[in-house]
T-cell receptor, first 107, second 112 residues
Framework: AQRVTQPEKLLSVFKGAPVELKCNYSYSGSPELFWYVQYSRQRLQLLLRHISRESIKGFTADLNKGETSFHLKKPFAQEEDSAMYYC?????????FGTGTSLTVIP | KAGVTQTPRYLIKTRGQQVTLSCSPISGHRSVSWYQQTPGQGLQFLFEYFSETQRNKGNFPGRFSGRQFSNSRSEMNVSTLELGDSALYLCASTRSEGETQYFGPGTRLLVL
C-alpha cells in the first residue's frame, strides 16, 4: 500500500528564516503529489500540486523520484504561514495523507 | 458558489449506537470522498463516491458505509460505534477526476 511519511510533527522557525517541511512517499509508480494546508479555524485546502509546478504563497515543492520525496520549501517564512501542513499522494481516485506537520513561525 | 457543507457539525453518541453524517458537495461536483481525521493517525481515506457508485474504499471495517444520491449528496453511516470512532469526519468534493478537492468543515463525532 502507498504510504506518505511526514517525519516532523512540529516545526518552529523564526520569521524570515527558510523553512522546509519534509515528505516522503512509498510508491513504485508515478503518483500525483500534493500539499494541503489547514490554517487555524479554517478548512483543509490545497496549497499546491506537483504537476502544476507552481509557487503558491512563496512555497514550492519539487518531486525527487530518486529520493521519493516531495519536500515543501519557502525561503522566507512569514507569521501567516503558521498552520498544519499535510502531504498527500493520489493514485486513481484515492488519496493517501501524511500525519501532518504543524508549522509555527515565531515573530 | 457555496462550499462543501456537512451536517451535523458536532455529534455525541454512545458505544453501540449508529450515526449518519451528511455531506453536500459544491454544485456541479459529482465526486465525494470521506476521510477520518484523528490526532494519532492523521487523515485516513474512507471511501469515494461518483455518480452514486462507490469507486474506492479505504481500509476500514464494514461498520463504515456510505452512499451517494442522484443530487450528489452523500451520507456516511457508522454502525455499532466504538470509542475509537471518535474523530473529525471530513468530506471533500471534486468536479471530476484530476480536479482539485474541496473540503467541508467536518463533523466532529464523540463516542462515549
Amino acid at each position: 500500500a502507498q504510504r506518505v511519511t511526514q517525519p516532523e510533527k512540529l516545526l518552529s522557525v523564526f520569521k524570515g528564516a527558510p523553512v522546509e517541511l519534509k515528505c516522503n512517499y512509498s510508491y513504485s509508480g508515478s503518483p500525483e503529489l500534493f500539499w494541503y494546508v489547514q490554517y487555524s479555524r479554517q478548512r483543509l485546502q490545497l496549497l499546491l500540486r506537483h504537476i502544476s509546478r507552481e509557487s503558491i504563497k512563496g512555497f514550492t515543492a519539487d518531486l525527487n523520484k530518486g529520493e521519493t520525496s516531495f519536500h515543501l520549501k519557502k525561503p522566507f517564512a512569514q507569521e501567516e504561514d503558521s498552520a498544519m501542513y499535510y502531504c498527500a499522494s493520489k493514485t486513481g481516485n484515492q488519496f493517501y495523507f501524511g500525519t501532518g506537520t504543524s508549522l509555527t513561525v515565531i515573530p | 458558489k457555496a462550499g462543501v457543507t456537512q451536517t451535523p457539525r458536532y455529534l455525541i453518541k454512545t458505544r453501540g449506537q449508529q450515526v449518519t453524517l451528511s455531506c453536500s458537495p459544491i454544485s456541479g461536483h459529482r465526486s465525494v470522498s470521506w476521510y477520518q481525521q484523528t490526532p494519532g493517525q492523521g487523515l485516513q481515506f474512507l471511501f469515494e463516491y461518483f455518480s452514486e457508485t462507490q469507486r474506492n474504499k479505504g481500509n476500514f471495517p464494514g461498520r463504515f458505509s456510505g452512499r451517494q444520491f442522484s443530487n450528489s449528496r452523500s451520507e456516511m453511516n457508522v454502525s455499532t460505534l466504538e470509542l475509537g470512532d471518535s474523530a473529525l469526519y471530513l468530506c471533500a468534493s471534486t468536479r471530476s477526476e484530476g480536479e482539485t478537492q474541496y473540503f467541508g468543515p467536518g463533523t466532529r463525532l464523540l463516542v462515549l
